[in-house]
């Protein structure tokens, strides 16, 4: 059965900072590109970043420089951290598996991340 589980959502204060963690079961892990998605109170998902297989990172230009993506093969694990954190990063954050080749995506139930001003 496959599961992604995230973690290490709350509510912080604007500059404060928050590290998620996804924990992938019941796929092989290491063939898939892992991502972060978010999605705000009235507003669509969006991508916040994703990372290859050899671990080559893509962000949203809103989170460049702010953000973190980062895998643990061994762990089936993949991370966020996420620094200067701002109130428009309020979403509920998703973590996403995909494999191309072989049409597979799967997702998480969600984590909620909360920026207070």
């Known amino acids: 059965q496959v599961q992604l589980v995230e973690s290490g959502g709350g509510l912080v204060q604007a500059g404060g900072s928050l590290r998620l963690s996804c924990a992938a079961s019941g796929f092989i892990f290491r063939v898939y590109t892992m991502g972060w998605y978010r999605q705000a109170p009235g507003k669509q998902r969006e991508l916040v970043a994703t990372i290859t297989t050899g671990g080559i990172a893509n962000y949203a230009d809103s989170v460049k420089g702010r953000f973190t993506i980062s895998r643990d093969n061994a762990k089936n694990t993949v991370y966020l951290q996420m620094n200067s954190l701002k109130p428009e990063d309020t979403a509920v954050y998703y973590c996403?598996?995909?494999?191309?080749?072989?049409?597979?995506?799967?997702w998480g139930k969600g984590t909620l991340v909360t920026v207070s001003s």
């Open positions: 996403n598996a995909e494999w191309v080749a072989h049409g597979s995506i799967y």
